[in-house]
Antibody, heavy 120, light 113 residues
């Protein structure tokens, strides 16, 4: 059974870059879409973007200018970088998998999530 | 962007009673070539990630109890829990994957009355 685990600093200073990694275990990272989704405390879910194992990406236009995603198939990992962070980027960040066919692009499974706080 | 709007924002239902949550999309999420609605429902319990319940608007994910059902097409959708159990206390989200950016409803908090 595929499992996802987010990792990275829990505290980032304003104006700096948030960097997270999602490690996939129990299955191959190949031939799937891999997404990042975030959730501010007590609020709803926001899709940040996704990467395919070929490296092609789709980003949410609301964050596109600050987001970079990458994938390392040799390590079964994919990563998120979000630049110029502010307090508004404080959230639990989830990684999630989607099957790479349009009719199946829902998110399952999800990682447990990691809280990132932006504060000086 | 497709805007997803859920109603109500919160709901209190007695154990064993029916719970109904609605979701409306700002444009149709029905993909005409395969007649499938690109609409899913998730359940999020406190401190946990969302869990997929329903896909294609009405197909239950494997392992999901049959008291959960989804219905609707086009722009209007409903999640129904036929007989509420204590373990169903959660926030429920609808999400469209018809077009990027993928978007979620604001969530409906379900509690026991």
């Amino acid at each position: 059974q595929v499992q996802l685990q987010e990792s990275g600093p829990g505290l980032v200073k304003p104006s700096e870059t948030l960097s997270l990694t999602c490690t996939v275990s129990g299955g191959s990272i190949s031939n799937y879409y891999w997404s990042w989704i975030r959730q501010p405390a007590g609020k709803g879910l926001e899709w940040i973007g996704r990467i395919y194992t070929s490296g092609s990406t789709n980003y949410n236009p609301s964050l596109k200018s600050r987001v970079t995603m990458s994938v390392d198939t040799s390590k079964n990992q994919f990563s998120l970088k979000l630049s110029s962070v502010t307090a508004a980027d404080t959230a639990v960040y989830y990684c999630a998998r989607s099957i790479a066919a349009a009719a199946y692009n829902w998110f399952a499974p999800w990682g447990q999530g990691t809280l990132v706080t932006v504060s000086s | 962007d497709i805007v997803m709007t859920q109603s109500p924002d919160s709901l209190a239902v007695s154990l064993g009673e029916r719970a109904t949550i609605n979701c409306k999309s700002s444009q149709s999420v029905l993909y005409s070539s395969n007649n499938k609605n690109y609409l899913v429902w998730y359940q999020q319990k406190s401190g946990q990630p969302p869990k997929l319940l329903i896909y294609w608007a009405s197909t239950r994910e494997s392992g999901v109890p049959d008291r959960f059902s989804g219905s609707g097409s086009g722009t209007d959708f409903t999640l129904t829990i036929s007989s509420l159990q204590a373990e169903d206390v959660a926030v429920y989200y609808c999400q469209q994957y018809y077009s990027t950016p993928y978007t979620f409803g604001q969530g409906t908090k379900l509690e026991i009355k």
